[in-house]
């Protein structure tokens, strides 16, 4: 009995040492269980407060703040005179907050209830339906209404764009639209938009700004697009929980720092007297594939002016106005067999065109005006003076050529010195001198004047015409004529007006350049363009010499036509006869004063059309040659240049003169007074006293006009009809207008007996006063001849 309650109270006892077990294996299942659940946790919490803290921070500052942009103003693009030719000014993005306009609509229903519960008038502004504020912006910024109501269908959306770059009429419009409405969710973003003042004015050397990614897409605006479009700001402001915007809570504005600006070489000035002067010879020429005229100042490398046919406006570049491209459009457009895409590639075609700078971009052959060139080379080299005679039969053979290369001038010039060779722009002439050169020297004068590399000018996508010149060890002696004379090789327009200027400057070959300085907003100089010198290429002795020579291509030659009375002009005419029939390219490299160039352009039409296949004038007459067609136009352009920069003239006997006052003179005194200005007279009338004079005092004629004086009677007031002297000679013309009355001021090739007018300054019929001078320009027709 005893041992039974032994035994049970030894039961009844707690076995601390299970319990010690059982509480560790708890303990330990807790641990793991505790561990399993808290590690994932952990690892979640290191992720987002370590691994993705930025872009959790991110979430916050985007529910907290609203953050906008503040746009930099793009730096202006100056020409050589400060005159603005790219500047950016203030506009306005229009932008809707659905969300916030809904507010605005409950808030103007909790009004109206509020009135008619307190019994007074409603708010004296209209409902803000979706309808009444889609309805009212699409008048203003000319869009659909439907369009806007589909943003505004969107009523979780604080951002919707309607319209970019709105410009202040219609900016002002919005504002006095929200104002009057008492609406609110409808904002003006302040931005800034790209303005060209001169419109077309060097289009390709400008380029213009994607108005959709706000940066240059061509020209100088992209080259220089990390200079000119500065660094972008931003203002931050508080947002409450539903998104809506709290000004005056918190704003933190960071300043945007303005581009730079760019200075130009350019001169706008002569810059649309190069476009003027390009236009008019496509027109009247009947070009098909447009031109370029460049400017240089040969000295420093300055490009002066730089133009393009065909060209467009900077302030809508996709707008094709050039009337062969437009017309090329429109035949695409109206053939049956074109649809919506063939259409569309031919006007992106068009575009790219009207795009490019075909003077950098573009190569051809340069024809007659590379014997600039190959005249400095031979000259340099010893292998040529003016003492030489070379003789034309009319044609020339080369070996391991088996036809005659033929002169221009197909009777042959016979025998002729080196200027008169070069004067006539002589083929046989040139391969001569080309074979006395040899094919290694002439070779390295290709190199030496920078036709074997880029001239490295600061402008988009110069062409490197490398591979386009036969290599060294392929320089063969029929490529070696034919180069002497400028064919079958291409170079581009940059690099030949590059190396002419060396020809003339006294030998040095200068790296042109566009961007003469960059500034910031405050006008300290961040880089300035220094004129570089490449290399000499030749001696200033033989520099001089080309000079004289080139003065008498004009001076006589087939030049003539680019003839400038009282300025020493010198040059060289060119027709490049392309592998294509009847596509040639008539050009003009000229310079002034021949003495001391200040000046020298380079003026070409690509493909003049002819009247019908296979003739070599156009349906109006013109003779196709660079003689004929780019000198006479490079005579108005170099008279324009030349009287613009102040360049002194050096007057003839026929120079034009001032008329002085001699009302009121006695003859004798009035006689000696038109004599010294180098003026004859005629007098009406028996009295003592010049009663009156035709032309009036500070009238400009021609030196050696005659001068009516009246004496005693009453000047004539009536006024006289211009009549039509185009297609005389000189003496022809002069005497129409003296008959009528009026003075003939004559310029261009009126020296020559074979010159004829070929455009008179004021139309025929027209009435001006007696007395008035009247400019006619004068064409020689023998400066004429493929290859010229």
């Known amino acids: 009995m005893a041992r039974r309650k032994k035994e049970r109270l030894l039961r009844q006892q707690p076995d601390h040492r299970a319990n010690r077990t059982i509480l560790i294996r708890t303990l330990i299942l807790m641990g ?16 987002i407060q370590i691994q993705d803290y930025d872009y959790y921070r ?141 419109g077309s004015l060097a289009a390709q050397v400008i380029g213009w700004v994607n108005p959709n990614l706000g940066e240059g897409a061509y020209g100088v605006e992209a080259l220089y697009e990390e200079e000119l479009a500065g660094e972008t700001g931003r203002v931050v402001t508080a947002k409450n929980g539903v998104g809506t915007e709290m000004l005056y809570w918190f704003e933190d504005y960071y300043d945007a720092t303005n581009g730079d600006d760019l200075t130009l070489t350019i001169d706008a000035t002569i810059q649309s007297f190069c476009e003027s002067i390009l236009k008019k010879g496509v027109e009247q020429f009947d070009v098909q594939n447009g031109g370029f005229c460049i400017a240089m100042d040969p000295n420093t490398g300055e490009i002066l002016a730089w133009a393009n046919s065909p060209t467009y406006d900077l302030n809508d570049p996709w707008a094709v106005t050039d009337p062969v491209l437009s017309k090329y459009l429109e035949s695409v457009k109206n053939d049956p067999s074109t649809n919506e895409e ?129 290599p060294r060890d392929k320089f063969t002696n029929v490529n070696l004529a034919t180069a002497s004379f400028g064919q079958r090789f291409n170079v581009t327009p940059i690099q030949l007006i590059t190396a002419a200027s060396a020809v003339i400057n006294g030998g040095h070959l200068m790296k042109p350049y566009v961007v003469s300085q960059v500034t910031d907003a405050s006008g300290n100089v961040l880089q300035y363009t220094e004129p570089t010198e490449v290399r000499q290429v030749v001696s200033e002795q033989t520099s001089a010499r080309c000079r004289a020579i080139l003065e008498k291509v004009v001076d006589g030659g087939t030049g003539k036509n680019a003839a400038v009375e009282g300025y020493r002009i010198g040059g060289k005419t060119g027709s490049s006869e392309t592998l294509v029939d009847g596509h040639t390219i008539v050009s003009f490299l000229g310079f002034a004063p021949a003495d001391d160039p200040q000046v020298v352009i380079l003026l070409a039409y690509d493909a003049p059309k002819p009247a019908s296949p296979g003739a070599n004038t156009t349906a109006g007459g013109w003779y196709i040659s660079g003689g004929n067609m780019a000198a006479l136009m490079a005579s108005e352009l170099l008279e324009n240049i030349l009287d613009y920069m102040g360049v002194e003239k050096t007057y003839s006997s026929t120079a034009d003169v001032l008329v002085p006052n001699v009302t009121g003179k006695t003859l004798a005194d009035a006689t000696a007074a038109l004599k010294k200005n180098n003026l004859t007279l005629r007098t009406v009338g028996d009295g003592d006293t010049v009663t009156g004079q035709i032309p009036a005092q500070g009238a400009s004629i021609p030196g050696g006009s005659e001068v009516v004086l009246y004496m005693g009677e009453q000047v004539p007031t009536d006024q006289v009809q211009v009549p039509n002297v185009v297609g005389l000679t000189l003496e022809q013309a002069q005497k129409k207008m003296t008959e009528a009355g009026l003075y003939l001021k004559a310029s261009g090739a009126s020296g020559y007996s074979t010159s004829t007018a070929y455009e008179q300054e004021v139309a025929a019929g027209t009435s001006v006063d007696r007395g008035t001078a009247i400019e006619v320009r004068f064409t020689d027709s023998a400066a004429s001849g493929a290859g010229l």
């Open 58 to 198: 991110g979430l916050v500052a985007d529910q907290q703040t609203k953050d906008s942009t503040v746009e930099a103003n793009r730096g202006t693009i100056y020409d050589s005179n400060g005159v603005p030719l790219a500047l950016s000014a203030t506009v306005y993005n229009v932008q809707l907050s659905p969300k916030e306009i809904i507010q605005c609509q409950e808030n103007y229903m909790e009004k109206v209830e509020q009135a008619e519960k307190n019994g007074k008038e409603p708010p004296d502004y209209p409902e803000p339906t979706n309808e009444f504020i889609a309805e009212n912006l699409a008048e203003i910024l000319d869009l659909e209404v439907d369009d806007i109501l589909a943003r505004l269908a969107k009523e979780n959306s604080l951002y919707e764009m309607i319209k970019w770059r709105v410009e202040p009429e219609e900016s002002e419009a919005v504002e006095q639209f929200i104002t009057e409405n008492h609406i609110s969710g409808i904002y003006l973003m302040p931005t800034s938009k790209r303005y060209y003042p001169k």
């Open 32 to 47: 793991i269980f505790g561990v399993a659940v808290f590690v994932p946790l952990f690892f979640q919490l290191w992720k």
């Open 342 to 470: 063939a259409y569309a590639e031919a006007l992106g075609n068009t575009q790219l065109q009207q795009w490019r700078n075909k003077a950098i971009n573009d190569t051809y052959e340069p024809g007659s005006t590379f014997k600039s060139i190959v005249l400095a080379a031979a000259l340099e080299e010893g292998v040529v003076s003016e003492s030489d005679h070379f003789y034309c039969s009319g044609s020339v053979m080369v070996e391991g050529w088996s036809d005659p290369i033929k002169c221009s001038y197909t009777p042959g010039h016979k025998d002729q010195d080196l200027a008169t060779a070069v004067a006539n722009s002589c083929n046989p002439a040139f391969v001569a001198i080309g074979q006395r050169l040899g094919a290694e020297k002439f070779y390295d004068y290709l190199e030496d004047f920078g036709f074997l590399e880029p001239t490295g000018i600061d402008m988009q996508g110069e062409y490197d015409t490398s591979s386009l010149i036969w």
